[in-house]
């Protein structure tokens, strides 16, 4: 059984659209990340959270909104998207000891 | 900003070869963390490096943190097609909440 699961795991739609990505965990982490991974750039942060009320927002959240519905599930929201958020995002969970991620398996977004 | 600079960003090799990879900042870590990503999946956790002059070995990779814990290399012995993925380096720095990734090594091994 996968510990980091999302959904859903591609998605095409169209500029404008509303989309949410939903991530859940059963490791039994506090801590909770959203990344976006394109071409030659790495894995940017766009928002995490530490436990159900704290929300932080990451180096790209601009155009992006998230929610903490319990400890194991987070969730990402494009409120109207645009094609230059077409990408890969990753949902991940962490331990304390030095933030040693644990990534899902990814969720392919095209935005035409 | 911190910033991780890896290199080099794409490396292909032959079978058997050896190679080596590396990450580098001009920040003080307090860890450095490699992971690697195969087509269509998540990155995995390889290994975390917390002192500097540290070398950790798993299998055929060993993993060195630099003594001022500004850098790190991953080599690999006897390179194998099963090695071919994204090589992803992460640094955590002393009072952030959070990791900042390099860009990452992209390593195609030919049989």
């Known amino acids: 059984d996968a510990d980091v699961t999302q959904t859903p795991r591609n998605r095409i739609t169209k500029t404008g659209k509303r989309i949410m990505l939903e991530c859940s965990q059963t490791k039994g982490h506090d801590r909770m990340y959203w990344y976006r991974q394109d071409p030659g750039l790495g894995l940017r942060l766009i928002y995490y959270?530490?436990?159900?009320?704290?929300?932080n927002k990451g180096e790209i959240s601009d155009g992006y909104s998230v929610s903490r519905q319990a400890q194991a599930k987070f969730s990402l929201s494009l409120e109207s998207a645009i094609p230059n958020q077409t990408a890969l995002y990753f949902c991940?969970?962490?331990?304390?000891?030095?933030?040693?991620?644990?990534f899902g398996p990814g969720t392919r977004l095209t935005v035409l | 900003t911190q910033l991780l600079e890896q290199s080099p960003q794409f490396l292909s090799i032959q079978e058997g070869e050896n190679l080596t990879v590396y990450c580098n900042s001009s920040?003080?870590?307090?860890?450095l963390q490699w992971y690697r990503q195969e087509p269509g999946e998540g990155p995995v956790l390889l290994v975390t490096v917390v002192t500097g002059g540290e070398v950790k070995k798993l299998k055929r990779l060993t993993f060195q943190f630099g003594d001022a814990r500004k850098d790190s290399s991953l080599h690999i012995t006897a390179a194998q097609p099963g090695d071919t993925g994204l090589y992803l380096c992460?640094?955590?720095?002393?009072?952030?909440?959070?990791?900042?990734f390099g860009q990452g090594t992209r390593l195609t091994i030919n049989p």
């Open positions: 991940a969970t962490s331990t304390s000891w030095y933030n040693e991620q644990f």
């Open positions: 920040s003080v870590f307090s860890s």
């Open positions: 959270s530490f436990d159900v009320k704290d929300i």
């Open positions: 992460a640094g955590g720095f002393r009072g952030a909440q959070k990791l900042v």
